[in-house]
């Protein structure tokens, strides 16, 4: 009886696609495209998706990959699987999509010419694909050069409005020393996931060690985040706790800008936030404890400051604080190389389409493998 609920869940799922209004509508949609909205000799890489899997974590992997590839130059095709093309139009991440130029073909043949097919099909080829990229959903790091770790991107509403590169003053005075902004809500950043999993400090216990090294009166909290982002004083740490001093959407990226070292603290149950890509695009130095999570990895002292522990990450923020300026534009301009060279927008899909192997393999969860 226990597994009758499961197979009417499943059966839902199956049929979603078929009935499900939002979803119908963004699947005829798509189709009825084709291939019209590519441009004169604009490369095509086709992704075929037949594993609910890609649709993990909101539709970001999706998104991200397919946006990408579009700030990279490519034209993203879709193969028509129902299952992962419909949720173009039940997926609030994904249906942002649906305003760029993108394609999507029954078949491969449509195509007709040469390729790169990104499949998570087993046995996916095509004589006609120049390039196979197969994408793996299991939990695990490379284990050769063949093998690609998928990166965590910006958030999607970031992405979206076309706010990177950031353009900041590489040389000025920042009017934060260390800066903060993010949910700290009790209950959900101090999860034992971080520390039971990846043995790592969770956000709110990083933020407390902070805290207590900084202290109290070398804390700004602003009550409006408008404010303090128009009025440009000089704080040792600014917090703002999305609880308590929300910044606005479209302002994220400048407040982040504000800060010479952002605390790139862990997300509820993983340790790689989309908050330290976007700090890094502003040319904030990140305080972190994961550096070994990102492809290459970030260097300590040379483009972020890392930590292990809380007697360490108190010395980290100690140093910080007593910093001369020129050690901080130093770091900076390391942050601004590793950026530019990886995590600007197209830089990944670059790598994964333009100078990997014939055949190469995209390990999707690899970022949340415990090392």
């Excluded at 390729?115 to 095509?126: R, T, W």
């Excluded at 890094?280 to 400051?305: H, K, W």
Aim: glycine letters at 8%; hydrophobic letters at 40%.
């Amino acid at each position: 009886m226990s597994s009758f609920p499961k197979r009417v869940e499943a059966l839902a799922r199956r049929l979603r696609p078929y009935v499900n209004p939002a979803a119908r509508r963004a699947y005829r949609e798509l189709m009825a495209r084709g291939m019209s909205q590519r441009r004169p000799g604009e490369p095509v890489v086709c992704l075929d998706f037949s594993d609910s899997a890609i649709d993990a974590v909101g539709g970001r992997y999706y998104f991200s990959l397919i946006l990408d590839l579009i700030d990279a130059g490519y034209f993203p095709v879709l193969r028509a699987r129902r299952n992962t093309v419909s949720t173009f139009g039940t997926s609030r991440v994904k249906s942002l999509l649906l305003g760029r130029r993108l394609g999507a073909v029954a078949s491969t043949t449509e195509i007709g010419e040469p390729y790169v097919l990104i499949s998570d099909s087993p046995g996916a080829a095509d004589p006609q694909a120049a390039k196979l990229v197969r994408v793996d959903y299991q939990w695990r790091l490379p284990r050769s050069a063949e093998e690609i770790p998928f990166p965590v991107f910006v958030h999607p509403q970031i992405a979206l409005k076309d706010q990177l590169p950031v353009a900041y003053d590489m040389e000025g005075e920042r009017c934060a020393r260390i800066f903060f902004g993010g949910n700290t809500s009790e209950g959900k950043y101090d999860k034992n996931v971080i520390g039971e999993l990846y043995s790592m400090l969770t956000r709110r216990e990083m933020l407390e060690a902070v805290c207590q090294e900084v202290g109290e009166k070398k804390i700004h909290r602003p009550a409006d985040a408008r404010a303090w982002l128009e009025a440009g004083s000089s704080e040792p740490f600014v917090l703002c706790e999305t609880q308590v001093t929300k910044i606005p959407p479209e302002r994220w990226l400048e407040a982040l800008s504000k800060g010479d070292f952002f605390l790139a603290c862990p997300g509820v149950g993983m340790p790689l936030c989309h908050n330290l890509v976007e700090a890094m695009a502003a040319g904030a130095v990140p305080i972190l404890q994961y550096s070994r999570y990102l492809t290459p990895e970030l260097r300590d002292g040379v483009n972020c400051l890392a930590f292990h522990d809380v007697p360490s990450l108190r010395e980290v923020i100690s140093r910080v604080l007593a910093m001369p300026q020129e050690e901080v534009l130093r770091l900076r301009r390391g942050v601004k190389e590793y950026f530019d060279g990886q995590l600007a927008p197209g830089r990944f899909a670059e790598r994964v389409v333009g100078t990997s192997p014939v055949e190469s393999t995209l390990l999707v969860n690899s970022y949340r493998v415990p090392r």
